[in-house]
């Protein structure tokens, strides 16, 4: 059974800062998502990851994937207020879309 | 514009009814699902569709039922068989179910049993 964590589960950030979520997961996979959602909301998609060493970026915000490690970060850069939201990365198992696995999501909290 | 819509935004149901929370998307996508949140969860799936006509279960599909009779509509089904319902619904589609294709998500339905 894929399991995917995110860490920190909470995040608390003044604005200016740099700071890194991170994201593991345990079986073999070459494709990962990232999405924003704020309270109460939808999900946004922010990124699509879809090999080894893929690195997508969006104003204050990059991702990244390596598949040896399992792992994928998405690095937030002099973050401001409206950063604030919950980050979910979800991963593929399976080749289709219908077989993600979603972590449990980091609450990005940015302080003036 | 396109996108996809959900209603209600926010339902109460009593213990032993069933409700249908509706999902309609006009992106014209072949494959759309039915996702649940729970509050500092992440999502689970509970049905998804690849083409008219044709659902598979997901992960939590107990308690759950939908139909797809028509390309651009997904309905779910809470039925009373579902012990612990409340919860907020995701509807979401993409134009396939192959992976990499991006999901779109719907604004959400609220549940809660009364």
């Known amino acids: 059974e894929l399991k995917v964590e995110q860490n920190p589960l909470f995040l608390s950030m003044q604005e200016g800062k740099n700071y890194t979520i991170y994201c593991n997961y345990s079986?073999?996979?070459?494709?990962l998502y990232w999405y924003r959602q704020d309270p109460g909301k939808s999900l946004e998609s922010l990124f699509v990851l879809l090999s080894n060493g893929a690195v997508k970026q969006e104003g204050r915000l990059m991702a990244s994937l390596d598949t040896k490690a399992r792992l994928s970060t998405l690095h937030i850069t002099a973050a401001v207020h409206d950063l604030s939201a919950t980050y979910f990365c979800a991963v593929d198992s399976g080749g289709s879309n219908y077989k993600l696995t979603f972590g449990k999501g980091t609450l990005l909290t940015v302080n003036p | 514009d396109g996108g996809i819509t959900q209603s209600p935004k926010y339902l109460f149901r009593k213990e032993g009814q069933n409700v249908t929370l509706s999902c309609e998307q006009n992106?014209?996508?072949?494959?759309m699902y039915w996702y649940r949140q729970d509050p500092g969860q992440g999502l689970r799936l509970i049905y998804y569709?690849?083409?008219?006509?044709?659902?598979q279960k997901g992960d939590i599909a107990e308690g759950y039922s939908v139909s797809r009779e028509k390309k651009e509509s997904f309905p779910l089904t809470v039925t009373s068989a579902q012990k612990n319902p409340t919860a907020f619904y995701l509807c979401?589609?993409?134009?396939?179910?192959?992976?990499?294709?991006?999901?779109?998500f719907g604004e959400g339905s609220w549940l809660t049993v009364v």
């Open positions: 079986t073999t996979s070459d494709r």
């Open positions: 992106l014209n996508h072949d494959a």
């Open positions: 569709s690849q083409i008219v006509n044709d659902f």
């Open positions: 979401a589609s993409s134009a396939n179910a192959v992976s990499g294709n991006t999901i779109y």
